[in-house]
């Protein structure tokens, strides 16, 4: 149980073009759901939390109008980079977690996103 | 806010020794704690978490680790390290809502 998948696992892109990426909890509902930023060999900083069906929370330093973030239902979350540019090229990791009584994140597998 | 320093960057041990990677922690309150693994090109892979109660907390693949609150530490051990285990390990802390890692340590194994 807990799983979640991400969509695509890697994408190739050229500047100025916009990508979405999706999250998914599968067997559960997450009402919360997290995207964090993973540069190579550094590690994971928060960008977002997004609960659903309201607007996301972005952490200091992260572009709104840049990371666009969606959670339109319990399962489902998007991040749309928008006008990609080499420097958004990076590891992008979501993870969600239930409403219940813990606050464990369930993480998915990561989406590796290459500007040109 | 919280924060979270692994002070070893890179470890190399041999396959078959022991391991204690190395965790503290700044929260104001009681933390809710974990150690996650990260094999190259991966998300992360839960391996244990300390939420309350025992101090001593089991994970998976062998591993533990210890919450000492006089410390603030929170360290990862395993009696003896198999070629598997090479990965990256990230400690986070869980507080105001927010997972918040450290920088990780960079485990390789000798064969």
């Known amino acids: 149980g807990a799983v979640v998948s991400q969509h695509p696992s890697w994408v190739i892109c050229k500047s100025g073009t916009s990508v979405k990426i999706e999250c998914r909890s599968l067997?559960?509902?997450?009402?919360?759901m997290f995207w964090y930023r993973q540069f190579p060999k550094q590690s994971l900083m928060l960008m977002a939390t997004s609960n659903e069906g309201s607007k996301a929370t972005y952490e200091q330093g992260v572009e709104k109008d840049k990371f666009l973030i969606n959670h339109a239902s319990l399962t489902l979350s998007t991040l749309t980079v928008t006008s990609a540019h080499p420097e958004d090229s990076s590891f992008y990791i979501c993870?969600?977690?239930?409403?219940?009584?813990?606050?464990?994140?369930?993480f998915g597998p990561g989406t590796r996103l290459t500007v040109l | 806010a919280q924060s979270v320093t692994q002070p070893d960057i890179h470890i190399t041990v041999s396959e078959g020794a022991s391991l204690e990677l190395r965790c503290n922690y700044s929260y104001g309150a009681t933390p809710y704690l974990f150690w996650y693994v990260q094999s190259p090109g991966q998300g992360l892979q839960l391996l244990l978490k300390y939420f309350s109660g025992d101090t001593l907390v089991q994970g998976i693949k062998g591993f533990e680790a210890e919450f000492k609150r006089s410390q603030s530490s929170f360290n990862l051990r395993k009696p003896s390290v198999h070629w598997s285990d090479a990965a990256e390990y990230f400690c986070?802390?869980?507080?105001?809502?927010?997972?918040?890692f450290g920088a990780g340590t960079r485990l390789a194994v000798h064969p």
């Open positions: 067997d559960f509902q997450a009402t919360t």
């Open positions: 986070a802390v869980y507080g105001y809502n927010k997972l918040i």
């Open positions: 993870s969600a977690k239930t409403g219940q009584g813990n606050n464990e994140q369930f």
